[in-house]
């Protein structure tokens, strides 16, 4: 008779006692320059990031130069006056780092990726960037043909057209918030190294500009690193740029893009609310989180669990642009998809699930589900510098302060549920949301006209 083998088992590792977390805090200083330096000491993070964002928002772009603040950005990497954009590209992958940039309505932010071993050699090509852009004729031709390029296949995709309607229909036509972030065919096509140079020159100096670095600094002279790079950059002295106030036409109206023969219709819901600097945000965030911030959301659990329509839904509140005086605001939206056949249904559920939370509030079963996700994973979402360095280059883009993170995360675990529901109702009110629609008119028109939702109109594609 065989003997059966044994295994030897052993004890199951017990979780440790938690540590005291919050987001930390930068160090604040400037250099001679008057570039002003964040810094955060974060140890065993031997990839440093670096943000630095720039005073130049899209409302200073010139009258028909739409997308000429990105094309500035993605030239900042093609080439300087030591390096052509090949050498540049190169003398990058050498130290090992990632070099991105992207302008949006605050500005324009570079950011950078490097191991700290390599930071200095890194640092000097982000400063050279910075200090002395090429902008060569054949560089800014190719970065246009290729925005360009990239138009076509953003209106093809739904959500993104859908994105580019409710802005026209939120904000009053002729203003910059009104058009595509990163202009249109005709404006970008008006785009030539004369005019990126010409913003460059108005818009980017030290003086009104903001590093962001964090990472291990162990046995770096970070001062000295700083001093010999991106304070060798010089420009004249400038005031920070006023923040014009958001409007905004919240009026409950519907808007169909027409895709005819389209089997989905993408939903996209919103209007604009309260930035960060408003009290209510903490309980803005927690209410919206319930109401379609994961999958067990109120919106998920009826659209998707229950009757099936979609693979998910989501709420969200996104600033747009901020200013300390209460004049900035966010995008208080909720986005999905459907099958066509049930986009009445879907939407008629939707509108449902709005006005039952109005009617009965959430649970604080509910808020302590949200205050565990949004609270309680804090530190896995930054263990990275660069997720760090993001939020850190956020909070000085929207005039915060420098506690502001580590203060919201109190603030979101002592939000009661009271408080939660009134937020996210005042948030999103059932007679006050501007709806579009990507889909086959043809088909959703009439069902959504019957739901009594707002005025229909019907716009084509492009």
Known sequence: MTELATMDFHSQPQAGEPKP???????????????TVLRCHRPGQQVVAVEVLLDAPLDAEPAGLDGVATIMARAFSEGTDKHSAEDFAAELERCGATLDAHADHPGV????????????????????????????????????????????????????????????????AGTRMSRPRQGTEETVAAIDSGSVRAFYEKHVRPATATAVVVGDLTGLDLDALLGDTLGAWTGS???????????????????????????????????????????VWPAQVLGTYCLGGTLTSRLDRVLREEKGYTYGVRAFGQVLRSAPDGTGAAMLAISGSVDTPNTGPALDDLWTVLRKLAAEGLTDAERDVAVQNLVGVAPLKYETAAAVASTLADQVEQHLPDDYQATLYRQLAATGTVEATAAVVNAFPVDRLVTVLVGDASQIKEPVEALGIGEVTVVAAE
């Open 109 to 172: 932010r570079l950011s950078l990726e490097v191991p700290a071993s390599r930071l200095a050699k890194a640092l000097g090509l982000l400063a050279d960037a910075l200090r002395a852009p090429a902008f060569a004729d054949g560089e800014v031709e190719r970065l246009v043909r290729n925005r360009l390029d990239e138009i076509p296949h953003e209106l093809a995709n739904p959500a993104r057209r859908a994105a580019k309607e409710l802005s026209r229909e939120l904000f009053p």
């Open 237 to 279: 002295a400038a005031e920070p740029r006023p923040v014009p106030p958001v409007t905004a036409d919240d009026r409950g109206r519907v808007v169909i893009v027409d895709r005819p023969g389209a089997v989905q219709t993408q939903l996209l819901i919103g209007r604009t609310g309260s930035d960060r600097h408003d009290r």
């Open 21 to 35: 977390w919050a987001f930390p805090e930068p160090g604040r200083g400037s250099l001679d320059n008057g570039l």
